[in-house]
């Protein structure tokens, strides 16, 4: 007996003495690092030859550590918690308002309809000159966002400058509480069939999905549901778990999440008795869908309850949870991976790796694991969800990307409402060849310089292979790839015609009719919309999908 105790102290000391030395070693580790980092900061402010900004310099370097974990761990400062609430529940005080930097300042980018500054009279491209007397001329896009948010109903003054006005123009007005709703856009495009375009993952997204759904089926009883998740960043996952409780049975793991603590082990499933059991399921999506969109998207793939349509998603998989740290700040933290039915995680496996347009590159598949959906479909992990229908996964970047970066769509759709009163509805609405030349002109005013990707690249090779001194063992070979990848920006422009129309027209409806008039535009040639009615229409090819008998490419 005395042996058997002696032994079990022995394991106690060895088991638990491993345990407090390693806990020992960690707090040491903590306790080191920050007294180096005190060390060095003591140091610069005795003997640093000019004056230090402190502020700075300590967010600097907690950016620069969280940036060396993942894009998601990020420190919030006590300034910008304001944001905290509007990313859990779409609400803030403020004139309701879009903002942007341009040539001329930071300038109003787009008014929400019904919002304060629609109300009020601003318009796109409208230059803020003051905030409340304060000169916003050298204030950055994000200090300018403070200042015009606020406690609602109090005073707000703007001056500025308008397109085609030599006078600035003085606006006053009162704060509002504003609340981005998470359904855009819904209606019926075709019979029985219904519509809802969903914008994020906020509170009560999941209540609106319900009450627009049924509010389609009571009015034009319809049977099928296209739920467009296209750019949706996500949001809270328990409402991406709501809105999968109204197809599926009670008690469903719609996704579950590991980490490092007990408290981040969770399994979410549905509770309470679907309200649209029979109803068939259509998910579109993009490279731009992420986190809960992923979530509800990949779930109804999992679980064969739906398809899902468009372009791979963005592959974010990771969990973060809001923590208070000191002076008022916070820091979102990834506690945990989260993975869906199938039991497969979609987190990219290196987010770091992404083309030009932000889309994940292909992931050889032996990087990869299979997994099966409750039907036995086979569907892998290491990179967001691959639709079962697959519209557009070749995504180019041309010169019509190119003018949306220099803002050249934005400042040409501020002239032409500067000289249209009106424009045709956005079902109607196009552009005429003339005004298409006219678009050309004015490029071509502003001496525009345009090099293609491959281009850039290119001259980057050239001076490698000169450092490497093969420059002249090539040179035949180079001079004739560099002719061909010269481009002319003229022909460009005519080569590109259909993408540069559909981008600025858009954006000229969107001073007429707001958000919701680009909407109705995009959708009226929309590929991803018209593949979805399709295959809604082909009950059988519709069942041979979920069954893994087909699939079908566009």
């Known amino acids: 007996m005395r042996k058997q105790y002696l032994f079990f102290i022995l394991l106690f000391t060895i088991y638990f003495g491993d345990v407090f030395s390693q806990q020992s070693s960690k707090t040491f580790q903590t306790s080191q690092s920050l007294s180096i980092f005190n060390s060095v900061l003591r140091e610069l402010d005795m003997y640093y030859v000019d004056t230090l900004n402190y502020d700075k310099m300590v967010k600097t370097a907690v950016n620069s550590m969280l940036e060396s974990l993942d894009p998601y761990t990020v420190y919030i400062p006590e300034s910008e918690t304001d944001d905290i609430s509007f990313m859990t529940s779409g609400e803030y005080g403020g004139i309701g308002a879009l903002i942007t930097k341009s040539n001329d300042g930071v300038c109003i980018a787009e008014p929400y309809e019904g919002m304060p500054a629609q109300k009020h009279g601003l318009k796109a491209g409208d230059v803020l000159l003051e905030i409340d007397g304060v000169k916003a001329d050298k204030l950055s896009v994000s200090e300018v966002s403070a200042k015009l948010k606020g406690t609602p ?39 029985k069939v219904g519509y809802i375009l969903l914008n994020d993952f906020t509170e009560q997204a999941a209540l609106e999905v319900k009450s627009t759904i049924q509010d389609m089926v009571n009015k034009h009883q319809i049977e099928s549901i296209i739920l467009d998740l296209r750019n949706n960043g996500g949001g809270l996952i328990d409402e991406a778990v709501k809105i999968m409780g109204y197809f599926v049975p009670k008690g469903t793991e719609i996704v579950s999440t590991k980490g490092k603590k007990p408290e981040d082990q969770y399994s979410y499933k549905t509770t309470l008795d679907p309200i649209f059991p029979d109803m068939r399921i259509a998910v579109i999506v993009n490279s731009s869908s992420a986190s809960a969109s992923e979530i509800l998207a990949g779930s109804v793939q999992d679980l064969d309850r739906g398809v899902v349509i468009g372009e791979r998603t963005f592959g974010k998989g990771l969990v973060q949870n809001i923590r208070p740290v000191s002076y008022g700040g916070y820091v979102k933290i990834t506690t945990a991976k ?135 063992e090539v040179q035949n070979e180079l001079t004739a790839l560099g002719d061909k990848l010269k481009t002319d920006m003229n022909v460009e422009l005519q080569k590109n015609k259909t993408e540069i129309l559909g981008i600025l027209e858009a954006e000229i409806i969107k001073r007429y009719y707001y958000q919701k008039g680009v909407i109705e535009y995009s959708l009226k040639d929309d590929l991803d919309l018209s593949t979805t009615l399709d295959l809604l229409g082909k009950p059988q090819l519709f069942q041979s999908i979920l069954k893994g008998k087909n699939s079908i490419e566009k």
């Open 338 to 472: 989260y993975y869906i039915p199938s039991g497969r995680c979609i987190q990219a496996i290196d987010y770091a790796q992404r083309n030009e347009d932000g889309s994940l590159k292909r992931i050889p598949e032996n990087l990869t694991n299979e997994f099966k959906t409750r039907n036995g479909r086979i569907v892998r992990d290491g990179g967001g969800i691959i639709p079962d229908t697959v519209t557009q996964d070749n995504p180019k970047v041309t010169i019509a990307y190119y003018l949306y970066t220099q803002n050249v769509y934005f400042d040409y759709a501020t002239i032409y409402s500067s000289k249209h009163e009106t424009i045709a509805d956005p079902t109607n609405f196009s552009l005429t060849d003339k005004e298409y030349d006219d678009f050309i002109a004015y490029i071509i005013s502003k001496d525009l310089k345009y090099t293609s990707l491959s281009q850039n690249h290119f001259e980057d090779l050239r001076k490698l292979i000169k450092v490497e001194g093969l420059d002249t």
């Open 153 to 191: 109903n109090t005073e707000i003054k703007l001056k500025i400058k308008r397109y085609g006005q030599k006078s600035t123009i003085t606006k006053k007005f009162l704060r509002e509480k504003i609340q981005i709703h998470p359904i855009s856009y819904s209606f019926i495009p075709a019979q």
